[in-house]
């Protein structure tokens, strides 16, 4: 059997009962001219390394393989897609991995060391969406080990992953990371009709290509920082970075916002990246 031959992905889910969970933020794509589109928009697969997180039946995977993926190790935490995965992998030519197991745990660096410029493409639960985006950019060391990443996301968080102040109802700490460590832009929309089941919101494709050199700062400090600024937004920096601490010590705001030249009255939305870093270095130092 070859990818051709694979029956269509309908008759795969309804030979093994797999219908969606929401449970586990299931959406399952059954168009494969939209699904060739996600693999195209990840730019020319043909020798790239691809990690896919939650495979389900296996569409995008299949329209990664057609693209030329020199290999696609796809990470699996539903035990019921694992035989429709097994059918797929028969059909690939030793090109794909199946790795049972929840993203969330998984070392996907060591998963895919030695395939140098992985990228990693996937249609996301929606309920781990935003947790695996902010682990791989708070990742050590850094440039990654991945290239790049063409991920789909429920479009209000794709608004808030590509958001500056100007667009201050979206930006927050998602946006300072991801501008701090990546050039991101949506790429495309998916309507809800594109799924099964289809979900109450609009999907957006988004790109995040990695800064080879982002601006020097402690991850973990810039975490914190916006994590104080954003938890309560609403207040002047003076007053929302008392909640701040560092290694287990409070941070005195009136004393960090002067070293790192940002004034106290501002609020959280109106701080650009390159001010959360002059913040997060003023906490450690640097």
Known sequence: ??????????????????????????????????????????????????????????????ALLAE????????????????????????????????????????????MAGKPGARIVANLPYNVGTALLTGWLESDPWP?????????????????????PAERADYGRLAVLAGWRAQARILFDVPPAAFTPPPKVVSSVVELIPRAEPAPCDGAAL????????????KMLRQSLKALSWKGAPVEPEALLARAGIEGTRRAEEVDVAGFVALARAMTGV
């Open 223 to 234: 975490s914190a920082v916006t994590r104080a600024a954003f938890g309560q937004r609403r």
């Open 1 to 62: 059997m070859s990818l051709d031959t694979l029956p269509p992905l309908r008759e795969v889910v309804a030979a093994h009962g797999l219908n969606p969970k929401k449970s586990l933020g299931q959406n399952f794509l059954f168009d494969l001219n939209l699904t060739r589109k996600i693999a195209r928009a990840a730019g020319p697969l043909a020798g790239a390394h691809v990690l896919e997180i939650g495979p389900g039946p296996g569409g995008l995977t299949r």
């Open 68 to 111: 030329g993926a020199a290999s696609v190790t796809a990470i699996e935490r539903d035990e019921r897609c694992l035989d429709a995965l097994a059918e797929v992998a028969a059909a690939a030519d030793g090109r794909l991995t199946v790795v049972p197991g929840d993203a969330l745990t998984t070392d996907m660096a060591a998963l």
């Open 144 to 164: 990654p080990w991945f290239e790049r990443l063409t991920l789909m996301f429920q479009r209000e968080v794709a608004e808030r992953i590509v958001a500056t």
